[in-house]
């Protein structure tokens, strides 16, 4: 069974940055698609970066330039590197790991706000 745990949420102004990082207990972390993720109050769950095993990543039109998602193998690890941040990106943010074989596992999540 794969667990996710984030931190790294908070508080940051706006212009700010903060950095995200999500630790994946289990096995085979090389195989998962790893994803960040966020939901504003009365909002859907919507994609805001990806990144296969391979390293190939995918960012949310809003974000791409100022957000940047990573993975460390050896930590088992995702991060992902908020610059620039906007008082629209603050939401909770959601750790997922997908696999081909169709597992899907969700961390509780982080809020982040950005607001001065």
């Known amino acids: 069974q794969v667990q996710l745990v984030e931190s790294g949420g908070g508080l940051a102004q706006p212009g700010g940055s903060l950095r995200l990082s999500c630790a994946f207990s289990?096995?085979?972390?090389?195989?998962?698609?790893m994803g960040w993720y966020r939901q504003a109050p009365g909002k859907q769950r919507d994609l805001v970066a990806s990144i296969d095993r391979g390293g190939t990543t995918n960012y949310a039109d809003s974000v791409r330039g100022r957000f940047t998602i990573s993975r460390d193998s050896g930590q088992t690890t995702v991060s992902l590197q908020m610059n620039g941040l906007k008082p629209d990106d603050s939401a909770v943010y959601y750790c997922?790991?997908?696999?081909?074989?169709?597992?899907?596992?969700w961390g509780r999540g982080t809020q982040v706000t950005v607001s001065s």
């Open positions: 997922n790991a997908k696999s081909a074989w169709g597992d899907n596992f």
């Open positions: 289990g096995s085979r972390f090389n195989l998962y698609v």
